[in-house]
C-alpha cells in the first residue's frame, strides 16, 4: 500500500492507473476505522481494480461547539488494518494540503443541507460537499463508497455529483451494527458503559418503526410518536430529531406509501449519536 499526502503526487499516482485502463474505487474516511468503514473498502476490492481510502478530519463540517480537536484518531492503526485488507494507497492530506492559505471556495446542495441534522449541525454538509468534491477531484474516481448510517449524506452527495455532472457513481452500503443492534460509529468511543447500554434505544425505536409498519400502520405521525415515546423513557437520552421523510428530497411525509426513511439524531449524555432505517411496504 502507498500512502500519499500531497495533491499533485495523488493525481499523478491515478492518471498513471487511468493510463492503464483500471477502474478507481474510493472511500474517504475520517480514520479511526471500524467494521462499517472495512464493508465498503471490501465492497471497492470487489468493484474496482484499484482502491483508494482518504483519511482526513475536515475541519470545515464540524462547528464551534463540536468535536474536531477531540475526534478519535489512530492513523499507525489505521495504516495496518488497511494495508491487511489490500488497499492500493491512502491518501492522507493535512489541513494545508485541503485548504491552503487565501482559500475561499465551498459548496452547497440548496434544499438539502439545511433539513435533518443540518438543522442543528450549521454549514456541516456545506463542509462535506466541499471536501468531497476536492476529493473526487484529487482522485477522479469511478466508485465512491459512503454507509447508510449518514444517510443525509449520501442523498445529498448523489444529488451533488448528477447536478455537476461528475461521472463517480456514489453508492450508499447498508449499515453494520453491533450484535445487540447498535450502530458502529467513530462517536461510540466516547461512550461509558452505562450510556452505551441507553444508546441501544436508537436501534429499538428504528425496529419499532419498522414493526409499526409491518403491522399496517402508515401514518408516519403515529409511527414518529411511538419512536419518541420509547427514546424519552430512557433517562440518558435527548432527542434532537426523529423523522420519517421522503428519500430524495428529505421532506417530511404524511403516509408511507411505497418507502420512506425513518432518520433520527439523539445525544446520549454528552454523544450526539445518528441512525435510520428504510421503511418498506410490503406490496
Keep these: 500500500m502507498r500512502t500519499i499526502n500531497k ?5 499523478d499516482a491515478m492518471n498513471r492507473e ?9 472511500v474517504p474516511t475520517m480514520g479511526f476505522l471500524h467494521q462499517g468503514h472495512l464493508s465498503l473498502v471490501r465492497e471497492s476490492l470487489k468493484k474496482a481494480e484499484v482502491t483508494v481510502v482518504s483519511i482526513f478530519v475536515n475541519p470545515a463540517q464540524f462547528g464551534p461547539q463540536e468535536d474536531f ?3 478519535p484518531r489512530d492513523i499507525h492503526r489505521d495504516f495496518e488494518i488497511l494495508e491487511k485488507e489490500g488497499v492500493d494507497y491512502l491518501f492522507v492530506p493535512g489541513d494545508e494540503e485541503m485548504y491552503p492559505e487565501g482559500y475561499k471556495t465551498y459548496v452547497e446542495v440548496s434544499g438539502l443541507k439545511d433539513k435533518l441534522c443540518g438543522r442543528s449541525r450549521s454549514g456541516h ?7 468531497i468534491l476536492k476529493l473526487f477531484n484529487i ?5 465512491a463508497f459512503f454507509g ?3 444517510a443525509q449524506q449520501a442523498i445529498i452527495l448523489k444529488r451533488m455529483t448528477a447536478d455537476l455532472n461528475l461521472k463517480v457513481k456514489v453508492e450508499a452500503l447498508p449499515i453494520v451494527r453491533e450484535e445487540d443492534g447498535l450502530a458502529l460509529s467513530s462517536r461510540n468511543t466516547y461512550l461509558s458503559q452505562e450510556e452505551r447500554r441507553a444508546a441501544l434505544v436508537l436501534s429499538k425505536s428504528l425496529d419499532e418503526a419498522r414493526q409499526m409498519v409491518e403491522n399496517g400502520e402508515r401514518d408516519a405521525g403515529r409511527i414518529v410518536n411511538g419512536m419518541r415515546e420509547m427514546i424519552d423513557r430512557e433517562p440518558l437520552a435527548r432527542i434532537d430529531y426523529v423523522e420519517i421523510v421522503d428519500m430524495d428530497n428529505l421532506d417530511p411525509v404524511n403516509n408511507i406509501e411505497k418507502e420512506a ?6 445525544f446520549v449524555g454528552k454523544v450526539r449519536l445518528i441512525d435510520n432505517t428504510i421503511l418498506r411496504v410490503k406490496e
Design 7 to 11: 495533491a499533485a503526487e495523488m493525481q
Design 18 to 26: 487511468k493510463s492503464l485502463g483500471k477502474t478507481i474505487g474510493f
Design 69 to 71: 480537536k477531540d475526534y
Design 125 to 131: 454538509f456545506r463542509g462535506v460537499c466541499t471536501v
Design 139 to 143: 482522485v477522479e474516481p469511478d466508485f
Design 148 to 150: 447508510q448510517k449518514d
Design 261 to 266: 426513511l425513518a432518520a433520527l439524531a439523539v
